[in-house]
């Protein structure tokens, strides 16, 4: 069992920079790939950003790449994600999940924590 606390969030103008973070409880983090997802109301849950359990290899959404950074401290049970050049449209809730291997598919993730909300500002 892995429970996942995120946090970070907040209200921020476009351009500026956020840093979210999840915490991760139970002795089994670093046997979990790691990723970050996006929700707005009305719309399904959208990949963001994924890595896996080594941290070796990581994957991103085409809206987010090259301004957003998947990390992972295993000592710390602890996924980042680094978010620079934020626009408007990167607003939303943004929930980490903890899976058996690195994808970009909601359903192959076993574990989710309960959202973080972050507000772009034009």
């Known amino acids: 069992q892995v429970q996942l606390v995120e946090s970070g969030g907040g209200l921020v103008q476009a351009g500026g920079s956020l840093r979210l973070s999840c915490a991760a409880s139970?002795?089994?983090?670093?046997?979990?790939?790691m990723g970050w997802f996006c929700q707005v109301p009305g719309r399904e849950r959208e990949f963001v950003a994924a890595?896996?359990?080594?941290?070796?290899?990581?994957t991103y959404a085409d809206s987010v790449k090259g301004r957003f950074t998947i990390s992972r401290e295993n000592a710390k049970t602890t996924v980042y994600l680094q978010m620079n050049s934020l626009k408007v449209e990167d607003t939303g809730v943004y929930y980490c999940?903890?899976?058996?291997?690195?994808?970009?598919?909601?359903?192959?993730?076993?574990?989710w924590g309960q959202g973080t909300q972050v507000t772009v500002s034009s």
């Open positions: 890595m896996t359990r080594s941290g070796g290899a990581t």
């Open positions: 999940a903890a899976g058996r291997i690195m994808t970009r598919m909601t359903a192959t993730y076993d574990y």
């Open positions: 139970g002795r089994t983090f670093s046997r979990n790939a």
